[in-house]
């Protein structure tokens, strides 16, 4: 009885042992098949964005310098010492506006014996005109004054233009820049004492390869930033283009024109150009929708099956990137949706559990984060 009992034990496990570890493998098998299924049939958490109809362009990218609509150095026409001086550093100043009065004493002097002397022929020719009504008047000698009338006149008009020519306004609406001269100060014919400039409008002169030339015309969308102004983007269009090539470069010379109504381009200063040509509407999806497989591109079209989401692997062609997106050629068709979060994840077939639609309209990190948390 004893020695049953202890071989017994034994037998029964050398016995069960054959058979057991195979059934625990079946058992541990058909476990992580089923765990598998139930994984699979399981809705994967996706973000998907609608395919939708844009207005794109092709770039063509350039480096261009803004200038001034109208631009001119404030000089005088004279020699003479500065009386006064209407403006500050940076001042907007109205077409017309007095800017610098210079010293006029002698013209004013000047202006006052002409007038006089303008008077006395004027009074004499009166009188011989009264005369002559009595024929006591030779006609010479009313000619002669009439003459002498005539050059009083003309005295008084060049004497008036002299005192103009001290007196120096802006030719146009403007700002003016850094002055300099004070008062009292001698300026010579020529000496610059401001320059003035209409930023109201802006032109921004770029070129472009001559490859490109069949395509140039005005009214050409451009898009134009600069780092110096936080890459703040600005909107104008091509005013006119260059009548030749330049025979180093093969470049040709373009004009646009930027609205500046803020004033914040200042004349000078370099900007990156992206000039758009062949605009058209095409389909566009999020760029991170793409899968690229060797030189091949797919995406996860979301399908709706008896009233299921599910997804379907598709190929599809694309054409430029624009940033954030990329234009679809062929493949896709306006308002289906594209899997854009989470489509590494999902296979063709599987069941979805749409989080959010990407119109532009929702937070997608925020979403993202919070689903993160919920299946910790």
Do not use: W
């Amino acid at each position: 009885m004893f020695t049953y009992q202890r071989v017994l034990p034994c037998s029964v496990y050398k016995l069960s042992s054959g058979l057991l570890m195979p059934a625990l493998m079946l058992i541990a098998g058909n476990f992580s098949n089923y765990a598998a299924a139930a994984a699979a049939d399981k809705p994967k958490h996706v973000i998907v964005a609608p395919v939708v109809l844009k207005e794109i362009s092709d770039r063509v990218e350039a480096l261009g310098t803004a200038r001034a609509n109208e631009s001119v150095n404030i000089t005088s026409n004279v020699s003479e010492k500065i009386k006064q001086i209407h403006f500050e550093d940076g001042q907007a100043v109205k077409s017309g506006e007095i800017l610098v009065v210079l010293n006029q004493a002698e013209e004013q002097a000047n202006l006052k014996q002409a007038q006089a002397v303008h008077g006395e022929r004027k009074l004499a020719l009166d009188r011989l005109l009264q005369l002559d009504e009595r024929k006591l008047a030779a006609p010479d000698e009313i000619d002669r004054t009439r003459l002498e009338l005539a050059q009083a006149e003309a005295s008084i008009t060049a004497t008036k233009a002299r005192i103009d020519d001290r007196v120096i306004r802006a030719p146009f609406d403007g700002v003016v820049g850094l002055r300099n001269i004070s008062v009292g100060a001698l300026v010579e014919s020529g000496d610059l004492i401001a320059a003035l400039d209409d930023t109201s409008k802006i032109k921004l002169d770029f070129s472009v390869p001559a490859m490109f030339l069949a395509e140039l015309k005005p009214g050409l969308k451009i898009r134009a930033r600069a780092a110096a102004l936080g890459n703040k983007e600005y909107l104008g269009e091509v005013k006119s283009i260059d009548s030749r090539v330049d025979p180093v470069t093969r470049s040709v010379q373009v004009r646009a024109i930027l609205s500046n109504p803020d004033g914040s381009i200042i004349p000078g200063i370099l900007m990156q150009v992206d000039l758009l040509r062949n605009t058209r509407l095409a389909n566009v999806i999020p760029e991170a929708a793409l899968l690229p497989l060797a030189n091949r591109q797919y995406v996860m079209v979301r399908i709706n099956s008896d009233g299921k989401d599910t997804v379907e692997k598709r190929e599809v062609e694309i054409g430029i990137r624009i940033p954030g997106y990329v234009e679809i050629l062929s493949g896709l068709s306006v308002d289906e949706y594209v899997v854009t979060h989470g489509n590494s994840r999902v296979g063709p077939g599987d069941s979805l559990d749409v989080l959010a639609v990407d119109d532009g309209s929702v937070d997608i990190a925020t979403i993202i984060k919070g689903q993160n948390n919920k299946d910790k």
